[in-house]
Protein backbone atom coordinates (compact mmCIF):
# COMPACT_ATOMS: atom_id res chain seq x y z
CA UNK A 1 0.00 0.00 0.00
CA UNK A 2 1.36 3.73 -0.90
CA UNK A 3 1.34 6.10 1.57
CA UNK A 4 -0.32 9.40 0.29
CA UNK A 5 -0.68 12.68 2.06
CA UNK A 6 -4.59 12.59 1.38
CA UNK A 7 -6.44 16.16 1.84
CA UNK A 8 -9.82 16.20 3.24
CA UNK A 9 -12.07 19.21 3.33
CA UNK A 10 -14.07 19.01 6.30
CA UNK A 11 -17.18 21.14 7.49
CA UNK A 12 -18.60 22.58 10.47
CA UNK A 13 -22.41 21.94 8.50
CA UNK A 14 -23.97 21.26 5.30
CA UNK A 15 -22.85 23.25 2.65
CA UNK A 16 -25.62 24.99 2.17
CA UNK A 17 -27.27 25.08 -1.44
CA UNK A 18 -24.51 22.40 -2.13
CA UNK A 19 -26.38 20.15 0.21
CA UNK A 20 -29.33 17.60 -0.63
CA UNK A 21 -32.48 19.40 -1.81
CA UNK A 22 -36.13 17.56 -1.95
CA UNK A 23 -37.14 17.12 -5.28
CA UNK A 24 -37.92 19.95 -7.27
CA UNK A 25 -37.09 22.12 -4.80
CA UNK A 26 -34.98 25.64 -5.80
CA UNK A 27 -31.06 25.10 -4.27
CA UNK A 28 -30.29 28.34 -1.78
CA UNK A 29 -27.46 30.26 -3.47
CA UNK A 30 -24.00 29.55 -1.62
CA UNK A 31 -22.28 31.09 -0.29
CA UNK A 32 -24.15 33.32 1.47
CA UNK A 33 -21.75 35.05 3.49
CA UNK A 34 -18.01 34.78 3.72
CA UNK A 35 -16.91 31.11 3.67
CA UNK A 36 -13.31 31.09 5.04
CA UNK A 37 -10.65 28.06 4.90
CA UNK A 38 -8.72 27.45 8.34
CA UNK A 39 -5.39 25.56 7.40
CA UNK A 40 -4.15 23.63 10.64
CA UNK A 41 -0.61 23.95 9.82
CA UNK A 42 1.41 27.08 9.96
CA UNK A 43 2.31 29.14 6.70
CA UNK A 44 4.91 27.78 4.16
CA UNK A 45 4.42 24.64 3.29
CA UNK A 46 2.67 22.73 0.64
CA UNK A 47 -1.12 22.64 2.16
CA UNK A 48 -0.65 26.50 2.67
CA UNK A 49 0.12 27.40 -1.03
CA UNK A 50 -2.46 24.67 -2.75
CA UNK A 51 -5.26 25.65 -0.06
CA UNK A 52 -4.28 29.36 -1.47
CA UNK A 53 -4.46 28.92 -4.96
CA UNK A 54 -8.15 27.07 -4.49
CA UNK A 55 -9.57 29.90 -2.50
CA UNK A 56 -8.29 32.01 -5.34
CA UNK A 57 -9.71 30.16 -8.12
CA UNK A 58 -13.05 29.52 -6.00
CA UNK A 59 -13.66 33.20 -5.50
CA UNK A 60 -13.32 33.86 -9.45
CA UNK A 61 -15.40 31.46 -9.85
CA UNK A 62 -18.24 31.67 -7.41
CA UNK A 63 -17.74 35.55 -7.17
CA UNK A 64 -17.60 35.54 -3.68
CA UNK A 65 -14.45 36.39 -1.27
CA UNK A 66 -13.17 33.14 0.53
CA UNK A 67 -10.45 33.61 3.37
CA UNK A 68 -7.70 31.38 4.55
CA UNK A 69 -6.42 31.39 7.75
CA UNK A 70 -3.44 29.35 9.39
CA UNK A 71 -4.05 27.86 12.81
CA UNK A 72 -1.18 25.56 13.43
CA UNK A 73 -0.32 23.99 16.40
CA UNK A 74 -1.02 20.11 18.29
CA UNK A 75 -0.12 18.38 14.56
CA UNK A 76 -3.43 20.05 13.10
CA UNK A 77 -5.65 19.78 16.59
CA UNK A 78 -5.81 23.52 17.69
CA UNK A 79 -7.06 24.15 13.85
CA UNK A 80 -9.91 21.03 13.87
CA UNK A 81 -10.67 22.96 17.42
CA UNK A 82 -11.58 26.09 16.02
CA UNK A 83 -14.13 24.73 13.02
CA UNK A 84 -15.67 22.54 15.76
CA UNK A 85 -16.21 25.24 17.69
CA UNK A 86 -17.06 27.22 14.72
CA UNK A 87 -21.15 28.92 14.19
CA UNK A 88 -22.48 25.50 11.74
CA UNK A 89 -23.72 27.68 9.05
CA UNK A 90 -22.14 25.78 6.21
CA UNK A 91 -19.39 28.69 5.88
CA UNK A 92 -16.35 27.36 8.05
CA UNK A 93 -14.22 24.57 6.66
CA UNK A 94 -11.44 22.40 7.36
CA UNK A 95 -8.42 22.03 4.87
CA UNK A 96 -7.01 18.84 6.85
CA UNK A 97 -4.88 15.85 5.78
CA UNK A 98 -5.46 12.54 6.73
CA UNK A 99 -3.89 13.43 10.13
CA UNK A 100 -7.19 14.26 11.42
CA UNK A 101 -7.12 10.64 11.84
CA UNK A 102 -4.33 10.23 13.72
CA UNK A 103 -5.00 12.82 16.56
CA UNK A 104 -7.24 11.14 18.84
CA UNK A 105 -4.48 8.36 19.29
CA UNK A 106 -2.02 10.80 19.94
CA UNK A 107 -4.10 13.53 22.41
CA UNK A 108 -6.74 11.55 24.48
CA UNK A 109 -7.69 15.03 25.63
CA UNK A 110 -8.19 16.49 22.56
CA UNK A 111 -11.57 18.41 22.97
CA UNK A 112 -13.83 16.71 20.12
CA UNK A 113 -14.54 13.80 17.89
CA UNK A 114 -13.59 14.17 14.46
CA UNK A 115 -16.08 11.33 12.99
CA UNK A 116 -19.06 12.95 15.28
CA UNK A 117 -18.01 16.93 15.43
CA UNK A 118 -16.58 17.22 11.54
CA UNK A 119 -18.37 16.38 8.52
CA UNK A 120 -16.76 15.73 5.49
CA UNK A 121 -16.73 17.11 2.74
CA UNK A 122 -14.78 16.23 -0.29
CA UNK A 123 -11.02 14.30 -0.60
CA UNK A 124 -9.80 16.80 -2.88
CA UNK A 125 -5.95 15.97 -3.71
CA UNK A 126 -3.56 13.24 -3.01
CA UNK A 127 -0.17 13.51 -2.94
CA UNK A 128 3.05 11.11 -2.42
CA UNK A 129 5.56 11.81 0.04
CA UNK A 130 9.10 11.28 0.33
CA UNK A 131 12.76 10.96 2.27
CA UNK A 132 15.10 13.78 1.17
CA UNK A 133 18.74 13.76 2.33
CA UNK A 134 20.88 17.05 1.63
CA UNK A 135 23.72 17.11 -1.93
CA UNK A 136 27.29 16.48 0.57
CA UNK A 137 24.88 13.76 2.84
CA UNK A 138 26.87 10.09 3.01
CA UNK A 139 23.56 8.67 2.73
CA UNK A 140 23.20 7.94 -1.11
CA UNK A 141 19.76 6.12 -0.82
CA UNK A 142 17.20 4.32 1.15
CA UNK A 143 18.72 1.27 1.40
CA UNK A 144 22.06 3.36 2.93
CA UNK A 145 19.54 5.33 5.20
CA UNK A 146 18.64 1.78 6.72
CA UNK A 147 22.04 0.57 7.22
CA UNK A 148 23.25 3.94 8.98
CA UNK A 149 20.43 4.27 11.47
CA UNK A 150 20.81 0.11 12.37
CA UNK A 151 24.27 0.89 13.20
CA UNK A 152 23.84 3.46 14.99
CA UNK A 153 20.32 3.78 16.45
CA UNK A 154 18.97 7.26 17.59
CA UNK A 155 21.98 9.08 15.64
CA UNK A 156 20.04 9.86 12.48
CA UNK A 157 17.70 12.26 12.52
CA UNK A 158 14.52 13.04 10.82
CA UNK A 159 12.72 16.61 10.83
CA UNK A 160 9.27 16.48 10.40
CA UNK A 161 6.53 19.86 9.68
CA UNK A 162 5.42 18.49 14.13
CA UNK A 163 4.23 16.03 15.71
CA UNK A 164 1.43 13.70 15.02
CA UNK A 165 1.43 14.89 11.29
CA UNK A 166 1.95 13.23 8.23
CA UNK A 167 5.17 13.82 7.58
CA UNK A 168 5.83 12.39 11.20
CA UNK A 169 3.93 9.57 11.09
CA UNK A 170 5.31 8.53 7.39
CA UNK A 171 8.45 8.47 8.90
CA UNK A 172 7.97 7.13 12.07
CA UNK A 173 5.87 4.33 10.38
CA UNK A 174 8.91 3.52 8.09
CA UNK A 175 11.56 2.84 11.11
CA UNK A 176 9.19 0.50 12.43
CA UNK A 177 8.35 -1.70 8.75
CA UNK A 178 12.48 -0.87 7.98
CA UNK A 179 13.60 -2.71 12.09
CA UNK A 180 15.59 0.90 12.75
CA UNK A 181 15.64 3.47 14.98
CA UNK A 182 16.11 6.90 13.78
CA UNK A 183 15.71 10.47 16.48
CA UNK A 184 12.41 12.17 15.26
CA UNK A 185 12.86 16.53 15.41
CA UNK A 186 9.76 18.12 15.20
CA UNK A 187 9.32 21.49 13.30
CA UNK A 188 6.84 24.21 13.50
CA UNK A 189 5.88 23.68 9.91
CA UNK A 190 6.89 22.57 6.56
CA UNK A 191 8.93 26.67 6.60
CA UNK A 192 10.60 25.96 10.00
CA UNK A 193 11.19 21.84 8.23
CA UNK A 194 12.55 23.59 5.16
CA UNK A 195 15.55 25.82 6.83
CA UNK A 196 16.38 23.55 9.75
CA UNK A 197 17.27 21.13 7.04
CA UNK A 198 18.78 23.21 4.48
CA UNK A 199 20.90 24.71 7.20
CA UNK A 200 22.17 20.76 8.03
CA UNK A 201 20.28 20.47 11.61
CA UNK A 202 18.53 17.34 10.65
CA UNK A 203 19.52 14.38 8.00
CA UNK A 204 16.45 13.72 6.76
CA UNK A 205 13.46 15.99 5.40
CA UNK A 206 10.32 14.13 5.09
CA UNK A 207 7.87 15.79 3.02
CA UNK A 208 5.05 15.41 0.36
CA UNK A 209 6.79 15.76 -2.48
CA UNK A 210 4.89 19.34 -3.69
CA UNK A 211 7.71 20.95 -0.77
CA UNK A 212 10.75 18.47 -1.65
CA UNK A 213 10.44 18.41 -5.50
CA UNK A 214 11.63 21.98 -6.01
CA UNK A 215 15.12 21.43 -3.81
CA UNK A 216 15.37 18.48 -5.35
CA UNK A 217 15.13 19.82 -8.53
CA UNK A 218 17.71 23.03 -7.99
CA UNK A 219 20.12 20.60 -6.29
CA UNK A 220 19.25 21.73 -2.52
CA UNK A 221 18.56 18.00 -2.06
CA UNK A 222 18.09 14.72 -3.09
CA UNK A 223 14.71 12.59 -2.33
CA UNK A 224 16.04 8.95 -1.83
CA UNK A 225 12.42 7.93 -2.38
CA UNK A 226 8.80 8.30 -2.60
CA UNK A 227 6.56 6.81 -0.42
CA UNK A 228 4.21 5.46 -3.68
CA UNK A 229 3.30 2.16 -4.70
CA UNK A 230 5.52 3.00 -7.27
CA UNK A 231 7.91 5.24 -8.77
CA UNK A 232 5.71 8.33 -9.46
CA UNK A 233 6.54 10.40 -12.78
CA UNK A 234 7.77 13.51 -11.66
CA UNK A 235 11.32 11.72 -10.41
CA UNK A 236 11.09 8.79 -12.93
CA UNK A 237 14.55 7.85 -11.69
CA UNK A 238 13.73 7.98 -7.69
CA UNK A 239 12.69 4.52 -6.34
CA UNK A 240 9.60 3.65 -4.26
CA UNK A 241 10.46 2.54 -0.56
CA UNK A 242 8.67 -0.83 -1.32
CA UNK A 243 11.14 -1.17 -4.21
CA UNK A 244 14.04 0.26 -2.53
CA UNK A 245 13.55 -1.54 0.59
CA UNK A 246 10.84 -4.66 -0.23
CA UNK A 247 8.70 -5.28 2.76
CA UNK A 248 8.15 -1.44 4.20
CA UNK A 249 4.96 -0.66 1.79
CA UNK A 250 2.94 1.90 4.36
CA UNK A 251 -0.46 3.95 4.27
CA UNK A 252 -1.26 6.63 6.54
Do not use: C
Request: glycine share 14%.
Amino acid sequence: MALHRRNLLLGAAALGGLAANPAGAQPEAWPVRQPRFVIPFAPGGGQDVFWRLLAERLSRRLRASFIVENKGGAGGGLGAQEVVRAAPDGDTFLTTTSSIAILPALYPNLGFDPLRDLQPVSLVPEASMGFMVRPDSPIRDLVGLVVAAKAAPGRVTYGSSGTGTTTHMAAALFGVKAGMSWQHVPYGGQGQLISGFLAGDVDVMSGDLGTLLPHHREGRGRVVAVTASQRVGLLPDVPSVTEAVPGTGITI
